[in-house]
C-alpha cells in the first residue's frame, strides 16, 4: 500500500481558553501534535501532511523534516480540512489515505498499523477506528444495520435514541484514496454547524454500495482527544505514566 497520512491540526481549540493553538500545547513537555507524528513515525507511511491553519506559521515551525505543511486559510470543517490535506498531497485514486486529528497524544503506532491492517484485508472502501464507552460523550456515534457500520451521526445532530449507542467515533480512519475523494465531493454543509463533516462520507460510502470495516480500540485511553485545559493535564498525567512503565507503551 501507498499511504498518504493526513493529521488534522488547523483549529484554535477556543475551549482551551488560550491564544496558542491547541496541537501546540505541551503534554509531558512536548506539543501533542508531536505525539501524534511520533506515533506515524512508527506506521510505514509515504507522506505526512499536516493540516494547518490558526498561528500556522508556528504550527509549521514545530513540525519535523519531512512532513508537509497545508494550510486551511478558512475553516469550513474536516471535511473541508481532509480536501486541503489531499491537494498538498501526492495522491493516485489506488493510495490509502490515513486521516487522524493532531490532538489525540496517546494514539499508538500499534493501532494506526491495525487500522491498516484491517483495511487491506478486508479492501473497505474505509476503515473507522472505534471506541465502547459507556458514559455519554460528545463522540460521534457508529451507526450499524446487521452488524454492518452504515453511517456516524454527530453528536448535535443525534436523535436521542442514537445518543444511546455505545460505540462512537475516534475521528481516525483509512480511506481508499479514489473513493475519498469522490464522497467528499458529494459532502453538504447542511448541518447543525454548517461544515462540511468528514463523518458524512462514511454514509455516502455506504449508500453508493461501498463496504466500511471498523476496528474497535481495546485502550480507551487512546481514543482521548484535548479540548479544555482539564483534558490536557489528564492525557499528560497518562503520558508520564506511560514513559515510566505504568501505562500502554506507545510501540514503535
Not at 48 to 66: H, K, N, S
Not at 99 to 119: E, K, N, Q
Amino acid at each position: 500500500m501507498n499511504v498518504i497520512a493526513i493529521v488534522l491540526a488547523a483549529g484554535k481549540g477556543t475551549r482551551m481558553k488560550s491564544d496558542v493553538a491547541k496541537v501546540l500545547h505541551p503534554a509531558a513537555g512536548r506539543p501533542l501534535v508531536a505525539w501524534v507524528l511520533d506515533a506515524l513515525g512508527g506506521v510505514d507511511v509515504d507522506q505526512t501532511v499536516a493540516v494547518i491553519g490558526y498561528q500556522a506559521e508556528a504550527v509549521a515551525a514545530a513540525l519535523p523534516d519531512g512532513v508537509a505543511a497545508a494550510i486551511q486559510r478558512e475553516q469550513h470543517g474536516t471535511g473541508h480540512a481532509t480536501q486541503v490535506g489531499l491537494a498538498a498531497a501526492h495522491v493516485s485514486p489506488d493510495d490509502v489515505v490515513l486521516v487522524l486529528l493532531g490532538d489525540m497524544p496517546l494514539i499508538t503506532a500499534a493501532t494506526l498499523r491495525s487500522v491498516l491492517f484491517v483495511h487491506e484485508q478486508t479492501r473497505a472502501a474505509a476503515t473507522l477506528l472505534s471506541v465502547i464507552l459507556e458514559e455519554d460523550s460528545a463522540f460521534g456515534r457508529v451507526l450499524r444495520r446487521d452488524g454492518r457500520v452504515v453511517g456516524i451521526v454527530e453528536v448535535r445532530d443525534a436523535t436521542p435514541d442514537q445518543l444511546t449507542v455505545r460505540e462512537m467515533n475516534t475521528s481516525v480512519y483509512a480511506f481508499n484514496a479514489g473513493l475519498l475523494m469522490a464522497a467528499l465531493d458529494e459532502l453538504s454543509p447542511d448541518n447543525d454547524q454548517g461544515e462540511l463533516y468528514l463523518t458524512d462520507v462514511i454514509g455516502i460510502l455506504v449508500a453508493s454500495g461501498h463496504e466500511v470495516a471498523a476496528v474497535v480500540l481495546p485502550d480507551v485511553d487512546e481514543a482521548r482527544g484535548v479540548n479544555t485545559l482539564a483534558e490536557l493535564g489528564t492525557v499528560s498525567s497518562l503520558l508520564a505514566d506511560r514513559a515510566t512503565g505504568s501505562g500502554t507503551e506507545n510501540a514503535p
